[in-house]
């Protein structure tokens, strides 16, 4: 008896990558407005939240294209971090850290 590989799953199997941004403090709110306001089309999805600097933590996603955000409740333990899931290319992502770096 033959033993085969399972199929590949996930969203390498689909040629795209996942990249994970994550930091505990406060980020630069121009330098978010305008990471959302320039992301190309080839990240297809992301999610996450962020700290802001008056304490407040928002929560932020991009699906079809559409970008919302909601304030989360005050005392929220979630994880501050972004996911995002794009085209398993280099200039992609060549230009998306040096973004997310900016933040800070």
Excluded: Y
């Excluded at 709110?29 to 999610?47: N, T």
């Amino acid at each position: 008896m033959r033993s085969s590989s399972p199929p590949a799953t996930g969203v390498e199997s689909l040629g795209l990558k996942t990249l994970s941004w994550q930091h505990p403090g406060a980020v630069n709110v121009a330098e978010l407005r305008s990471l959302l306001e320039d992301m190309p089309r080839q990240i297809l999805r992301f999610k996450g939240s962020v700290c802001l600097g008056d304490g407040r933590v928002l929560a932020l996603q991009r699906a079809a294209g559409r970008v919302t955000s909601w304030e989360l409740p005050n005392g929220t333990r979630e994880e501050r971090r972004l996911v995002f899931i794009g085209d398993d290319t280099p200039p992609l992502w060549e230009w998306l850290t040096p973004r997310l770096n900016r933040l800070v």
